[in-house]
């Protein structure tokens, strides 16, 4: 503002003094009044021309200050970044460390799980339920992996999970080659020693109620709970499960006594017999 008015003012001075160099050239005189308008011009001018000066010694003072100013507030930004560091740091290593704690929390209760799925699904291979505890076992090991690979660096979770399919593959294998050197007749072989045991059909369960045993029942749970009136269970005469119609105890083709039909050697002469799986 007080520079535009300067400005104007210095045009209109130049305009007169334009002017009065004419009249002089003409040797016009300038009256009474028009001398007035030129002086009050004049010291108009000068006094704007001051405080034009004055504003912008203050507008330079102000330039340096606010140079200053962001000179301090970047000094006191590095400090403040500086000293902020070993909070940043420690803020870091306790995030790890955390992090790692929440990780072992919840593997420590994901891995049971997942070895008692393991462990469900090995034993219970032949159950009608195999394709539940399937997938029982299948959910605890994706949420185990999605665990470690959420907590731990892609390396740590690499490593793992080789670990993870090495375990898997060997299990395999040992599953394969104990089919293969273990064949299923020996594994029927002991469970229908284990129903013998117990009195029980071998294949449907039914009780073996033959001698003493023919006005009891019993079960797999009971057997060793009910009392047997004389002794021995031990039937002498051929014996077919009236419910499955498995032929149980059967003679002997060599000494002619009875034998467990479902086992392979005789008790009496030791006479082997072929278990078909
Ligand atoms: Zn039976
Ligand atoms: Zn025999």
């Given at each position: 503002?007080?520079?535009?008015?300067?400005?104007?003012?210095?045009q209109?001075?130049?305009?007169?003094?334009?002017?009065?160099?004419?009249?002089?050239?003409?040797?016009?005189?300038?009256?009474?009044?028009?001398?007035?308008?030129?002086t009050?011009?004049?010291?108009?001018?000068?006094?704007?021309?001051?405080?034009?000066?004055e504003?912008?010694?203050?507008?330079?003072?102000?330039?340096?200050?606010?140079?200053?100013?962001?000179?301090?507030?970047?000094?006191?930004?590095?400090?403040?970044?500086?000293?902020?560091?070993?909070?940043?740091?420690?803020?870091?290593?306790?995030?790890?460390?955390?992090?790692?704690?929440?990780?072992?929390?919840?593997?420590?209760?994901?891995l049971?799980?997942?070895?008692?799925?393991?462990?469900?699904?090995?034993?219970?291979?032949?159950?009608?339920?195999?394709?539940?505890?399937?997938?029982?076992?299948?959910?605890?090991?994706?949420?185990?992996?999605?665990?470690?690979?959420?907590?731990?660096?892609?390396?740590?979770?690499?490593?793992?999970?080789?670990?993870?399919?090495?375990?898997?593959?060997?299990?395999?294998?040992?599953y394969?080659?104990?089919?293969?050197?273990?064949?299923?007749?020996?594994?029927?072989?002991?469970?229908?020693?284990?129903?013998?045991?117990?009195f029980?059909?071998?294949?449907?369960?039914?009780?073996?109620?033959?001698?003493?045993?023919?006005?009891?029942?019993?079960?797999?749970?009971?057997?060793?709970?009910?009392?047997?009136?004389?002794?021995?269970?031990?039937?002498?005469?051929?014996?077919?499960?009236?419910?499955?119609?498995?032929?149980?105890?059967?003679?002997?083709?060599?000494?002619?006594?009875?034998?467990?039909?479902?086992?392979?050697?005789?008790?009496?002469?030791?006479?082997?017999?072929?278990?078909n799986?």
């Open positions: 503002m007080v520079g535009d008015s300067s400005r104007n003012l210095q209109t001075i130049n305009q007169l003094i334009e002017l009065r160099k004419l009249g002089m050239q003409k040797s016009i005189a300038f009256s009474e009044t028009e001398q007035a308008n030129f009050s011009s004049l010291n108009l001018f000068l006094d704007n021309q001051q405080k034009y000066q504003l912008s010694r203050t507008i330079s003072d102000m330039i340096d200050r606010k140079q200053g100013l962001v000179r301090e507030k970047e000094q006191a930004e590095q400090e403040i970044k500086r000293q902020g560091q070993p909070a940043r740091d420690e803020f870091d290593t306790l995030s790890r460390k955390h992090r790692l704690k929440l990780a072992f929390l919840q593997l420590a209760v994901l049971p799980i997942l070895a008692v799925a393991a462990v469900v699904i090995i034993k219970k291979r032949s159950s009608i339920y195999f394709p539940l505890f399937l997938a029982f076992g299948a959910a605890a090991l994706v949420k185990v992996a999605l665990v470690v690979h959420e907590y731990f660096p892609s390396k740590y979770f690499k490593y793992i999970l080789i670990g993870g399919l090495l375990i898997v593959v060997a299990r395999l294998l040992i394969f080659i104990r089919t293969i050197a273990f064949p299923k007749t020996q594994w029927l072989v002991k469970q229908y020693r284990e129903a013998y045991e117990r029980l059909c071998p294949v449907c369960e039914y009780p073996i109620r033959t001698g003493p045993r023919r006005f009891l029942f019993w079960t797999r749970r009971t057997v060793n709970r009910i009392v047997v009136p004389g002794d021995g269970g031990v039937p002498e005469e051929n014996y077919t499960c009236p419910s499955c119609g498995c032929n149980l105890f059967e003679e002997c083709p060599s000494c002619n006594k009875i034998r467990h039909a479902m086992l392979p050697n005789c008790s009496h002469c030791g006479a082997e017999k072929e278990i799986a």
